[in-house]
């Protein structure tokens, strides 16, 4: 048995000024053939779940790419074929099933569904070919994704640390296909509800209540797979939103019914999946009387992992404005800076313009570098493996990567745009978070994996950039209408 194994993986905020081109994806790694196997095989990704899969049954393996960039805007058409073609190709050179780890919010100037597409073709080669896919939980789920595969599941944790599980549970579900054991068939819908990230933590309700529903679900005779998406919200495309899909065996009538109970508890809960927002200086002078650390403070509205720039200055200036003392940051986008800083040395004092230089016009801003005095404490070139629970033993690629102490601050400032989901943001350049009373960290919710354990306090703190939650700030113009919270729906 010959069985085709990828990963193509983008979540695409079509607000975010930054494109995600061909280099985009060689900043955080792309990978080709054998390369790509011994890149992710024991890895706790779904890709190295694939692969022990398809070795335990001894199956040639075949690998053509594995890609992924950080959250961006549009996907380039250069880009998107680049990625796609080895795929498609190695289709036409046959195989016997298709295992694929995917995203499910990927938007490219080649197709608003790219997943979709890129399933589409697939199926247009091989009409019949058994295909499992593993999709994020802020999948926006298409109907070209669930139409044109066999199988198909969504993470139930964010933060994300059970990619791996989730890839031998459809991976199975997949092999089982092949050896007639079950004959899935698969039911899925959305719902009004455009929620926000920020409140789709699976920790919190009202995101813990619909993954207890898929979990609970599994358990019933005839499930094989139950999965709810938040779904991404930035990504303005015509079904982003809340949606649900189940996998059973056989049993189309169970799945209708399962999917219908979990998307009307979803619509019952669409309140609770907005964000309330507080001013920016209450919560900071709140933070500044909690003297216990370390106190996290997110910097949400300017988090890469959704696409933001993460260079916008607002958080990090009010926090020195009102004296908070013993911060770090993780961490500033700023390449010419962390060439200044070379070129300065370490040691040495420095003046410079830090951050400040995106515009972004979709939410009306323009860049504003913030004017700091500091030493250049660290100079690294940005390489640091993984050790948390998400992404473990992925290698991560910062670029070269500089820390400007400013007495009461240190800010980690990057080359390559990284949301800090680890502890290696702060450790690889010599920070010992634990021991910091405050962290300023450019996240939502992925920072939990490898900081809620160290949190005394955890507050989100409102400022500017293209992650916002405000939805006052963004021009809707291709997602379904009507939707919560964007039109006021009557429940008749």
Known sequence: MRILIAMMKHETNTFSPIPADWKRFEDWGVHFGDDARATYEGTAMPMGAYIELAKSIGAEIVTPVAAEAMPSGLVTAEAYNKLSDPILDEVRNGVDAVMLDLHGAMVSEETPDGEGTLLERIRAIDPDLPIAVTLDLHCNLTDKMASNCTTLIGYKTYPHVDMYEVGMQIGQSLLDTLDAKIEPVMSWGNTPVLSQTLCQGTDDEPMATLIRLCLEAEQEPGIIAATAFGGFALADIKQAGNSVIIVADGDQAKADEVRDRILAKAWELREDFIYKHAPLEERVAEAKTITDGPVILLDHADNCGSGATQDVMTVIAEILRQGLEDVAVGAVWDPAAVAEMQKTGIGNKITLKLGGKTDMPSIGEVGEPLELTGTVKVLTNGEWTVRGPMYTGIKVFMGPTAVLDTGNMEIVIVSNHHEPWDQGVFTSVGIQPEYKRYLVL????????????????????????????DNNLLEYKNVRRPIYPLDLINEA
């Open 442 to 469: 450019k996240s939502r919710i992925h920072y939990r994996a490898g900081f809620a354990k160290l949190a005394k306090a955890t507050m989100t703190l409102d400022g500017k950039g293209v992650t916002t939650s």
